[in-house]
């Protein structure tokens, strides 16, 4: 005899299952402030070898990975100086943990002229939870690891190992 499950405890799994990423969504939508476009990460990942990606986390973030590619400019430190080789109509993706402080950098980008300036949605916390591969170290080998900024944020990353 096959048992069944009544509807109201299909209904509670259900939303339990599916809040996660709506939450996710939800806290990205009330961190930005959207004076940057957002570029999600499928649509990044085709165009990786075509953009400046511009890691704004802290160095020690960066050190425990990164998308391949990026280049480190620390948020708190962040001058445009330090991206004056970088062509002014050249697409740069700027991203952080989540978005918010790479969304700060790309306004400073964007006021010093830099007009393709983008943040990627959910930073490198999206990247990952959509299966995309960081690397670590000066080969680039890939990794698991997500420094996360603190607990309370590492709650928004949830494919990856958590490094605070």
Not at 2 to 18: A, G, Q, V
Request: with cysteine; net charge neutral.
């Amino acid at each position: 005899m096959k048992k069944y499950l009544p509807p109201f405890i299909l209904i509670i799994i259900s939303t339990f299952t599916s809040c996660g990423q709506k939450t996710f969504d939800e806290k990205m939508e009330s961190l930005y402030k959207k004076t940057v476009p957002l570029i999600k990460s499928d649509s990044l990942k085709p165009k990786l070898d075509d953009v400046v990606l511009l890691d704004a986390r802290a160095k020690e973030e960066y050190e425990i990975s990164h998308i391949k590619g990026a280049r480190f400019v620390d948020y708190d430190d962040f001058e445009v100086e330090q991206v004056r080789d970088i062509p002014k109509d050249m697409e740069v993706i700027v991203y952080c943990s989540v978005g918010y402080r790479s969304e700060r950098v790309g306004e400073k980008l964007q006021k010093a002229g830099y007009s393709n300036v983008k943040n990627l949605y959910g930073g490198i916390f999206g990247w990952k939870n959509e299966g995309n591969e960081v690397v670590v170290g000066p080969n680039d080998q890939p990794t698991d690891s997500v420094h996360t900024y603190n607990r309370l944020w590492g709650k928004w990353l949830f494919n990856g190992i958590k490094v605070h």
